[in-house]
T-cell receptor, first 114, second 115 residues
Framework: GESVGLHLPTLSVQEGDNSIINCAYSNSASDYFIWYKQESGKGPQFIIDIRSNMDKRQGQRVTVLLNKTVKHLSLQIAATQPGDSAVYFCAETIFWTNAGKSTFGDGTTLTVKP | NAGVTQTPKFQVLKTGQSMTLQCAQD?????MYWYRQDPGMGLRLIYYSASEGTTDKGEVPNGYNVSRLNKREFSLRLESAAPSQTSVYFC??????????????FGAGSRLTVL
């Protein structure tokens, strides 16, 4: 079968390396997925989103991959920098709804070593 | 623009005391939410308001009440605080039913300790 990345609560990488953060979602009806970054002492902030009609979406240094077959998404950060150190959450929701209720994953703490 | 503003940032209560967390957004968003975040865990939805005049329970509503005062303001009330309500509370808002509408904009959080 296809290999799916495990969700890890913590991830430590060297500055300049690429980071991959994994997330499994639970609701088959979810069709919109969002990654948030939470820095220490702050609220989560939007990074990138993807709808279920796409497999991949790229932003600046970040890429999100979606595998609907196994209900898995990943966030890839290229050339990780110290400023990327934070907790990263994936969230699943339904796009066409009048209230964006989101269900959040447990989060992955990314530490970037200089 | 300030975005989402929460007050207070920190609060210590004794068991049984009551308090209200205030939240206001200046982005003309339709929907507002209250989440709690406990150590090592993700965010859990307490209550939400899809639009002015409506409120609904989320995943963990017990022990809380909310008021959507107007389109800008959404308050969370603890009537009789318990130690299990020690947490960081986040208010958030989102725009509506179009592209990006379900992206949440969060406040900075309110850290509540109940002794």
């Amino acid at each position: 079968g296809e290999s799916v990345g495990l969700h890890l609560p913590t991830l430590s990488v060297q500055e300049g390396d690429n980071s991959i953060i994994n997330c499994a979602y639970s609701n088959s009806a979810s069709d919109y997925f969002i990654w948030y970054k939470q820095e220490s002492g702050k609220g989560p902030q939007f990074i990138i989103d993807i709808r279920s009609n796409m497999d991949k979406r790229q932003g600046q240094r970040v890429t999100v991959l979606l595998n609907k077959t196994v209900k898995h998404l990943s966030l890839q950060i290229a050339a990780t920098q110290p400023g990327d150190s934070a907790v990263y959450f994936c969230a699943e929701t339904i796009f066409w709804t009048n209230a964006g209720k989101s269900t959040f994953g447990d989060g992955t703490t990314l530490t970037v070593k200089p | 623009n300030a975005g989402v503003t929460q007050t207070p940032k920190f609060q210590v209560l004794k068991t049984g005391q009551s308090m209200t967390l205030q939240c206001a957004q200046d982005m003309n968003h339709n929907s507002m939410y209250w989440y709690r975040q406990d150590p090592g865990m993700g965010l859990r939805l307490i209550y939400y308001s899809a639009s002015e005049g409506t409120t609904d329970k989320g995943e963990v509503p017990n022990g809380y009440n909310v008021s959507r005062l107007n389109k800008r303001e959404f308050s969370l009330r603890l009537e009789s605080a318990a130690p299990s309500q020690t947490s960081v509370y986040f208010c958030a808002s989102s725009g509506g039913t179009y592209s990006g509408a379900n992206v949440l904009t969060f406040g900075a959080g309110s850290r509540l300790t109940v002794l």
